[in-house]
């Protein structure tokens, strides 16, 4: 499996980004999708998971704010992240387990100035 993650950059608090995620080599529409975060100098934590039937999770700490979608047809994921805050700064991962293991993409820096 490959994950592109796409979509971060430096962003007001307040200010909205949506971040992408491209998946080949997968049967897509099979898979459940995630996306993780890795503050500065913190761990890795779940931020939103997609099912392969459209069912939704969120972190106590984005619900209300993001949103995660996906696009079958397209193999993609999407984060819709609006209201940001400075404590939204992270590296941003797409994710999948494929075959047992949990497989990452290579992770998209949003950056929210206060």
């Known amino acids: 499996v490959q994950l592109q993650a796409s979509g971060g950059g430096l962003v007001q608090a307040g200010g909205y980004l949506r971040l992408s995620c491209t998946a080949s080599r997968i049967m897509f529409r099979a898979y459940d999708m995630a996306w993780y975060r890795q503050p500065p100098g913190q761990e890795r934590e779940l931020v939103a998971s997609v099912t392969s039937d459209g069912g939704t999770t969120y972190a106590n700490s984005v619900k209300g704010r993001f949103i995660i979608f996906r696009d079958n047809a397209g193999d993609a994921v999407y984060l819709q992240m609006n209201s940001l805050k400075p404590e939204d700064t992270a590296v941003y991962y797409c994710?999948?387990?494929?075959?047992?293991?949990?497989?990452w993409g290579q992770g998209t820096l949003v950056t929210v100035s206060s």
């Open positions: 994710s999948t387990v494929d075959r047992g293991l949990r497989r």
